[in-house]
């Protein structure tokens, strides 16, 4: 199984700053397999980003993937109200597909 | 417009059985895997499992196999997961997912509660 774990756990940061969360996998995962979801407080989750740099229909363009082989990353370039949220990766490539433990950003 | 829509809420005994559902409308249902996912009270994202509908393919997570069983009924364009016998460890929200690169469509989460 492909254990994908997250960095930092918790991201305190202010609106308008740069986000930068990490994705690292236990194995190569091929970069079409690579996918960002955000979610909400009560909320199901939302598709970000697939294929590691692919951005999903509506997904403004502030959000950004970048990464290969085992390190991932998601850029969020200037944070917005909204945007405070918790972001899981997952990897898709191998069964089982597996999720990252998710990283929260926070309002500092 | 593509939407997933799942069963309502259900409230359990231990040692009680439950089939939740999943209908998918405005694509062709039998040709995108659906996922299930699980969340516990607080906590962070499982993948359970997936199936496609076409032809019933069906894949389980490890920590999953034989706790549920996952199927689908293409003429009905539905996705079920069941359980045969609840344990209090399955209350959590479990949601659906039509994968088309990535999840990109999820349901609204059926939130099952198991208690005596």
């Known amino acids: 199984e492909v254990v994908l774990t997250q960095s930092p756990g918790t991201l305190s940061l202010s609106p308008g700053e740069r986000a930068t969360l990490s994705c690292r996998a236990s194995?190569?995962?091929?970069?079409?397999?690579l996918a960002w979801y955000q979610q909400k407080p009560g909320q199901a989750p939302r598709l970000l980003i697939y294929?590691?740099?692919s951005r999903a229909t509506g997904i403004p363009d502030r959000f950004s993937g970048s990464g290969s082989g085992t390190d991932f990353t998601l850029t969020i370039s200037r944070l917005e109200p909204e945007d405070f949220a918790v972001y899981y990766c997952?990897?898709?490539?191998?069964?089982?597909?597996?999720f990252g433990q998710g990283t929260k950003v926070e309002i500092k | 417009e593509v939407q997933v829509v799942q069963s309502g809420a259900e409230v359990k005994k231990p040692g009680e059985s439950l089939k939740i559902s999943c209908k998918g409308s405005?694509?062709?249902?039998?040709?995108?895997?659906i996922a299930w996912v699980r969340q516990m009270p607080g906590k962070g994202l499982e993948w359970m499992g997936i199936?496609?509908?076409?032809?019933?393919?069906?894949r389980y997570s490890p920590s999953f196999q034989g706790q549920v069983t996952i199927s689908a009924d293409k003429s009905i364009s539905t996705a079920y997961l069941q359980w045969s016998s609840l344990k209090a460890s399955d209350t959590a929200i479990y949601y659906c997912?039509?994968?088309?690169?990535?999840?990109?469509?999820w349901g609204q989460g059926t939130l099952v509660t198991v208690s005596s």
């Open positions: 194995q190569s995962v091929s970069s079409t397999y």
């Open positions: 405005g694509y062709s249902f039998a040709s995108y895997w």
């Open positions: 997912a039509r994968h088309g690169g990535g999840h990109s469509h």
């Open positions: 294929g590691t740099s």
């Open positions: 199936i496609y509908p076409g032809d019933s393919d069906t």
């Open positions: 997952q990897q898709y490539g191998t069964t089982p597909w597996t």
